[in-house]
């Protein structure tokens, strides 16, 4: 931070899950981390390992994910926000370009992000992939990967960065459409919370693609899960040698 101040830090911040834990001391680590990246990071995108499972799952129809299937959702979603850096497009963003969109006040930093189209591979050649589809595939809950619902809150801002051959007419009606259908789901004191952008380039083996980053209220189930969890542990004492005996 100090040696490059104008640089934009962009975090992908694996939280802990709801009900699936790897290590007992996630909530430490989670609300200990927490804290440098309010301070530190420029965006942060929360990702879950349940909430990947969830969509591998349920979306993608796989019987057994492993850890590949899961960096391979994260892959898809990271190449999605950074595509306008590597292509050329239309309507070109950077990660600068998306902080000052999505960031209304500086510590709500936290983005949940989703990725379409997701289709299992037997399905795949019946979804039409268009404009409409994709947009709506892309806000819907189940496509978030963070253990989130962002239909328990509400969107401050959000982000929709679409690949393909496209027109931005198309695409700035579909995002007019969704503020005017789901007004209640967006706040009223910031007009137009959606930003998009437009790239050429699909990603390899798709005709057009779409990466969602919301900054929405609902992350607050995330924060709130991982303190009563951090809550429940510090209350005992428990585990806080392994913290104290480092320093």
């Known amino acids: 931070r100090e040696e490059y101040p104008d640089r934009i830090m962009c975090t992908y911040s694996v939280c802990p899950s709801p009900k ?16 440098q990246l309010v301070e530190n990071a420029d965006e942060v995108m929360c990702l879950d390992n349940e ?7 349920r979306t993608l129809k796989l019987t057994t994910p492993t850890y590949g299937d899961l960096n391979h959702l994260v892959c898809a979603a990271m190449s999605g926000i950074t595509t306008c850096l590597r292509f050329p497009g239309q309507l070109n963003s950077d990660l600068r370009k998306l902080a000052v969109n999505l960031i209304p006040f500086p510590r709500l930093h936290f983005f ?14 019946y979804r039409a992939l268009t404009v409409p589809e994709l947009t709506q595939q892309q806000f819907d809950a189940k496509n978030m990967m963070c253990a989130a619902d962002p239909r328990h809150g509400r969107y401050l801002t959000c982000s929709c960065m679409f690949r393909g051959r496209m027109s931005t007419k198309e695409v700035d009606e579909q995002m007019l459409n969704v503020q005017n259908k789901n007004s209640s789901y967006f706040v009223e004191w910031i007009p137009n919370n959606i930003k998009a952008s437009v790239c050429d380039i699909p990603p390899k083996g798709l005709k057009m693609s779409t990466t969602f980053i919301g900054n929405s209220t609902a992350i607050q189930e995330m924060f709130k899960r991982v303190s009563e969890q951090f809550t429940a542990m510090f209350r005992r004492k428990a585990f806080l040698h392994w913290y104290t005996g480092e320093g």
């Open 51 to 57: 909430a990947l499972y969830d969509i591998c799952f």
């Open 112 to 125: 949940m992000i989703g990725f379409a189209p997701l289709t299992s591979r037997g399905s795949q050649q």
């Open 20 to 35: 699936v834990s790897d290590t007992v001391v996630e909530p430490y680590n989670a609300t200990l981390s927490v804290h």
